[in-house]
């Protein structure tokens, strides 16, 4: 049964430029949600999304957007990077309107911005 | 809004020695109650969980008790490994579904 995968694992980039993200949840789930973690804090919601909609978001400008496809898979896009998106970038996925939403992480995407 | 509150770091333990990671939560309604576990360099991992009062969530001798009392969910262990050390996390997941996270405790265990 295969986990919560992410690509790529490490990614540096430069100020003002865009990345793109890459989510697969756990077999059988349909919700994906994306968390930034910096250093040395909890991580932090940027949003969720579920039958290829945004659901929820949390405080994040609008350079974070994101996009689900059909096959549940996620994709996680940031524009215009400041050195502070410097982050782990961790995906969760869940299975909507199970009991217990409990969300599984990926290994997350170490991205830096120079 | 909702929000958890766990213990300042770093805790550095012998190995055999006894831990207690406290957290304790502020929501409205009845969350969900979870400790995850990062391993350095890693995601985080489901470590344990709780839904409603009283209940007790437990995993590889970890274990935390949901005290809606005391708004409290403290991990604990009673006799620690190195391969334990980690930092943990307390979160939350009230109606909204997202979690809210801790700011994480580093644990080092010694042998």
């Known amino acids: 049964d295969a986990g919560v995968t992410q690509s790529p694992t490490h990614l540096i980039k430069t100020r003002g430029q865009q990345v793109t993200l890459r989510c697969s949840p756990k077999?059988?789930?349909?919700?994906v949600s994306w968390y930034q973690q910096a250093l040395g804090q909890g991580p932090q919601f940027i949003f969720q999304y579920y039958e290829e909609e945004e659901r929820q978001r949390g405080n994040f400008p609008d350079r974070f957007s994101g996009h689900q496809f059909p096959n549940y898979s996620s994709e996680l896009n940031v524009n215009a990077l400041l050195l502070g998106d410097s982050a782990l970038y961790l995906c969760?996925?869940?299975?909507?309107?199970?009991?217990?939403?409990?969300?599984?992480f990926g290994p997350g995407t170490r991205l830096l911005v120079l | 809004g909702d929000s958890v509150t766990q213990m300042e770091g770093p805790v550095t333990l012998s190995e055999e020695a006894f831990l207690t990671i406290n957290c304790t939560y502020t929501?409205?309604?009845?969350?969900?109650l979870f400790w995850y576990v990062q391993y350095p360099g890693e995601g985080l991992q489901l470590l344990l969980k709780?839904?409603?009062?009283?209940d007790k969530g437990s995993n590889k001798g970890f274990e935390a008790t949901y005290r809606k009392e005391t708004t409290s969910f403290h991990l604990e262990k009673g006799s620690v490994q190195v391969s334990d050390s980690a930092v943990y996390f307390c979160?939350?997941?009230?109606?909204?579904?997202?979690?809210?996270f801790g700011k994480g405790t580093k644990l080092t265990v010694n042998p």
């Open positions: 979160a939350l997941q009230g109606g909204s579904e997202k979690l809210v």
């Open positions: 709780a839904t409603k009062a009283d």
């Open positions: 077999s059988g789930h349909d919700t």
């Open positions: 969760a996925s869940s299975l909507k309107g199970a009991t217990i939403e409990t969300q599984y």
């Open positions: 929501a409205t309604g009845y969350p969900s």
